[in-house]
């Protein structure tokens, strides 16, 4: 039996599975990846109060390991009466099918599932293992627990794979025109600095560290700036709060207290970034206190004969020759690449987290068949 790759996707659509909530998306794969023989292993890790639910179904046990990895968290719908139709109950209107996660990114879960089942109907004899990474938290505040959590385990159980594509969506104006081959890293600064609070009028006796706060601010903007490099855009410091948390006019604060976020590039790993930001920090005083949560580090995949194979697969599929960026957001590829060579290509990414988020019923079609292809590049390659 042959499932539909669409109908496949308006039913995972239906799960209403916002970060870190599964609404049983998880379980509807693995039942259905399970029917064709995958080994599934369903991998719940929790920090006490937030459990995530993940999946790693292996079909095969030979090498090479070939593996696929998405996310079934969405990001909440806002305003459902903006919607035309309910987010969660899919909907085609004129070749076009809206809802939840129709491009970020169910719907390319489904599209690589029905490839290797195709395959499979097909008779093709893969030469080796397909596997597929599931997280239900790649959205959220608790990505630990996700991506992350089941490399861990996978390491630990002696599950490797040789190869990943991710299906977050990278195409900018038509299917297959972007691939991401990297990103930059992500990293959440807090910074304290202390003074002694007093009257406005007795300065003297207080110590305003407000202006130190702007000296240091002003100096990590203007000091984090690269001139970017071969795949990347240059390195960039944005302040998202300073705060003072003083409603007085009369007194000078004893603290301010600021976050910033750095995305960076591969001229700095983030032991490197928070040194040049420390040191830049006690040039200007000695009263601080400076954090830093690393978050997704950077990660860049020079183009090779892997990348060749889905360059290739795009273009026999759709006849676009794509591009490599490493622009956009972070993904869990920055986990992923520590255990393989991996590469992003998706859908379009113009609707992603916005209200009628949606995706072409043809390139639901067109993406199942472009993956099809790269799934035999893939072992024809690992067979020379
Ligand atoms: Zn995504």
């Known amino acids: ?12 659509i239906s ?27 369903c991998l719940d890790f929790s920090n006490g109060s937030v ?9 095969s046990n030979k090498s090479p390991n070939l593996c696929f990895a998405g996310h079934t968290d969405v990001v909440p719908p806002g305003d459902i009466k903006q919607w035309i139709s309910d987010p969660f109950k899919p909907e085609i209107r004129n070749g076009i099918l809206y809802g939840r996660g129709a491009v970020d990114m169910k719907t390319t879960i489904c599209a690589f599932i029905v490839a290797v089942l ?3 109907n097909e008779k093709y004899e893969i030469d080796g293992s397909i596997s597929l990474i599931i997280t239900g938290d790649e959205e959220g505040d608790f990505s630990d627990y996700g991506t992350k959590s089941v490399l861990k385990w996978m390491r630990q159980n002696q599950q490797e794979i040789d190869y990943c594509i991710v299906g977050e969506p990278t195409s900018k104006d038509a299917l297959g025109d972007t691939i991401k081959i990297g990103s930059r890293g992500s990293a959440n600064f807090n910074l304290k600095c202390y003074g002694t609070q007093g009257h406005v009028a007795y300065s003297q006796f207080a110590d305003n560290p407000v202006s130190r706060m702007m000296l240091m601010l002003q100096r990590i903007k203007d000091s984090v700036p690269d001139r970017g490099s071969e795949y990347f855009d240059p390195s960039n410091c944005e302040i998202t709060t300073v705060d003072v948390g003083n409603d007085t006019t009369n007194i000078i604060p004893g603290l301010i207290t600021a976050r910033f976020n750095v995305r960076y590039n591969d001229h700095y790993t983030p032991d490197i970034l928070f040194a040049l930001i420390n040191n830049i920090c006690s040039e200007v005083t000695k009263k601080y206190e400076l954090s830093m949560d690393k978050g997704r580090e950077v ?9 060749d194979i889905i360059v290739d697969s795009i273009k026999k599929i759709t006849g676009i020759n794509a591009k ?6 972070t993904s869990d590829a920055a986990f992923i690449k520590d255990m393989c060579p ?23 079609y067109k993406i199942t068949r472009i993956y099809k292809e790269f799934i035999k590049n893939f072992f024809e390659l690992k067979k020379l």
Request: one cysteine or more.
């Open 1 to 12: 039996m042959i499932i539909d790759v669409v109908e496949l996707t308006k039913k995972l």
């Open 342 to 364: 991996v590469v992003e290509f998706g859908l379009l990414n113009k609707t992603a987290h916005k209200i009628d988020e949606n995706v072409a019923v043809d390139d639901i």
């Open 324 to 329: 490599f960026s490493t622009s956009g957001g």
């Open 51 to 59: 459990t995530v639910k993940n999946l790693y179904a292996r079909f």
């Open 299 to 307: 990660f860049v995949v020079t183009p090779n004969q892997y990348t």
């Open 15 to 41: 799960f209403p599975s916002i970060t870190p909530q599964d609404a049983g998306a998880i379980n509807f794969l693995k039942e259905i990846l399970e029917k064709y023989n995958f080994n599934c292993h």
């Open 118 to 120: 195709e395959l499979l």
